[in-house]
């Protein structure tokens, strides 16, 4: 009967879930491991500005991070400041046969941070993050052996007594501990998120990993009486084939520190999960710190609006960014003045606003500001003597004096405050129509007043209060529209113990819509395919921001309730998008076009005479990238097959430290390009494209770039793309990038084994192997199989041929060298 009362349910969400819509919510990973509780002033950057022993400022003794629940105090209002919908706890399980606490994230604190969630009435939710690598095989390493590292052993998937340790020993807990209105969901389920699996950490996963999700899908319904939201990370699919997208609801394809992408987009089952990172490591350790965009020595914010524009804004239905407390990799979002460094921040709150302006709701009806988390402060007086909260050291105070506040909500506040000083916040979040007030408490009458972008306010009485925690009106300020402003608090006169301030929105009527846009406005989607569009309302603070897409001609293309156009047929279709306010619309031209060819070809596979393959710069893709080592003559030789004649985009990857060195480009023997502009890029590990439109036969092509005079810059990857026929992102179970992995190469005989990552393997995949000249001396086809080993002795002659794997729209070309 429970079996089949599970599948029914399962039945129930597959009816029901289309109807749920799909906000773009976003979230941080939330970690607790003990140097993180300490204030990551163990690490070298992104250090929290709180003290490292909550809470006292005192060196020594060191408080036992078991009970320093303030640290947890503090992070559940940063986070409920940065405006975050969800962040997901990185729960690493129990370990019952220890006594010690291992300390990396045990569920059984979580009930401290929902104590502090209530006691503050922070709006976020709680997701999950199975961090399995610790959670599944450091997790029961641990409590096996302890810390006996002599007995490290990988977690066996094929086991299901070790199960336990996934849901009973992890995700059960941490279920027990979150109350249900607390929870993170999307569809009205529980949302669970799962990092990695690769051979490092486990084994057995082909045939198992599927067993594990149906496990925890059975356990949940059984103790819980729901289904979770499931998000798995890409390789899940890689690592067991009987794992379907059908057995999960999302995936995530995390960000490449090797890969050089702070960011990944990924689309499954038709909902799109972003993630992406603030920073990792330091800019000098590569390829660690070489994420694109570059921090070189600094960073100021910049990767983490470029990781949110391609996740949020390029319509991510869930956004997660790593990693609010990570500070053990330089990821940290938390409040940091990096003890007065300011490599990564230019004030400690600097990374908080940047993901509230990403939000829903960037512009929010009211804000507190707590006067312990100022940006910058002027204190007349040396060092904190309320000896609380802010951390400091030998070469950094920020001679702020605080104390432990037992007002409502907790918190802390400023004391022993003198006429001059003041307190101030960078980019704050002003509405048109602004209203401040003061919570404070004073022996006696003391006066304060508010700046806007140096611009000082009326200045605001502050009656006696006997010590009693007072609110009081501290006026009003008109801003005209919503913009981020430099607001300061400065004592006029007195000694008044401020706890925080709050900006609230004069006004309480509804907004009304004004207009509506839509980007892109006009676009190509190729047939079957899909286009996603964006619509932004004005002003963006409306109080109804409701809207309907519809399309004049279904036939041609439809548009769901989110904006996502699907092409059905050639021709040209409009999309307009309604708001329900006003009816105000918009409208974007849709043009369904056949399928693109676009092929990627790398440096290191193609013909090279005099330039070299290197890998010694991060960012290439493939394998390696071509160095031209500066004669004339040398040149990089692609051959490229393409199904029709017509004008194809030749566009080059490369990087160039400086200045211009140009390359001449010929196409099947005949100059078309005399020197070629490749300008610098930067720095040599900074890749830029430069393309050329050209004419291009029907089958095989010969496309070279060679050097004239000086030398020629790093190349990548070559990209031929049909100019007539481009389209979007295919329909897939799931995307990302695809690679093939072709070896033993050099080849001398017996199996040829070639590997794909990426590719759909429940469509045909052809593998074909071509000489010099394109002609086709070999081929098979695969499916089902991310694999094939292919036994060519006596094939094959000692020369230079060129493996083709083509998938539907894709080919992509591997050198092979036969001796």
Known sequence: MKRINYLLALLLISLFSTLSSYSQDIGATFCWHFEEIYGGHAHSYNQSIVTENLPTTAVSPKARWEGMDQWWENMVEEVDYAGLDYVALLSRGTQPNQTKDLGAGDPKHIKTMVKYMQDRAAKFKLAIFDDCPNSWTASRNYNLYGK????????????????????DYNLKLAFENIPDNMRYKID????????????????????????????????CQADFGFLPYLIVMSPWFDRDSSLTPAMVDAA????????GTSFSLTNLNNFKAGVCVPSFVKPVEQPNGS?????????????????????VKAGANLTLVEGFTDAAEGAALWRSNEEGTKQYYDYPNQRLNILRSYTKNPYPFSL??????????????????????????????????????????????????????????????????NKFEIRYKSTAAASIFISIDGVAQPTVILPATNSAWTTIDAGTFINGANSARTVRLTIASGSPDINYFTRTNLNTGPVNVSSVAVTPAAASVVKTKTLQLVAAVSPSYATNTKLTWSSSNTSIATVDAFGLVTGLALGTATITVTTEDGAKTATAEISVVNPSTQITLQAEDALLSGATIAA????YNGTGFADFNGAAGDYIKWTVAVPAAGNYDLTFRYAVASG???LNLSVNGTVVVVAMPFPGTGAWNIWKTVSSTQALKAGVNEIQLTVGTGNGGNIDELVVTNVSNLGTNDIEAYQKEKSVAVYPNPYKGGDLSVELTGFNTQ?????????????????????????????????????????????????????????
């Open 188 to 219: 009205n389920r529980p949302v669970i998120i799962f990092w990695s699996v690769k051979d490092t950490w486990m084994s057995n996963m082909e045939g198992n990993l599927s067993k594990i999700i149906a496990h925890i899908k059975q356990k």
């Open 148 to 167: 006996d590292s002599s007995q490290y052993e990988l977690f066996d998937c094929g086991n299901a007594d070790n199960y336990k340790y996934i849901w």
């Open 368 to 433: 507190k500001m707590e006067t312990e988390a100022c940006d910058f402060n002027n204190d007349l007086t040396a060092g904190n003597s309320g000896n609380s909260f802010s951390y400091s050291s030998a070469t950094f105070n920020r001679n702020l004096d605080i104390l432990k506040c037992s007002d409502t909500g907790g918190g802390w506040f400023v004391t022993n405050t003198e006429a001059t000083e003041w307190m101030e916040w960078r980019e704050l979040p002003l509405v048109p129509e």
């Open 291 to 311: 994420l694109y965009p570059y921090m070189n020595v600094k960073d100021q914010g910049d990767r983490l609006r470029y990781g949110l524009d391609n996740t």
């Open 763 to 819: 469509n045909e995949v052809k593998i074909k192997i071509l000489n010099l000249i394109g002609q086709e001396v070999y081929h098979t086809s695969i499916s089902q199989s991310n694999r094939a080993d292919i036994n060519l002795s006596g094939k094959l002659n000692e020369a230079i041929y060129f493996v083709s794997i083509e998938s539907g729209n894709t080919q992509i070309v591997k050198k092979l060298i036969v001796k």
């Open 616 to 619: 010694n710069n991060a960012g």
């Open 252 to 259: 995530h394809g995390w960000f490449s520190s090797a890969g």
């Open 660 to 662: 211009n060195r140009p």
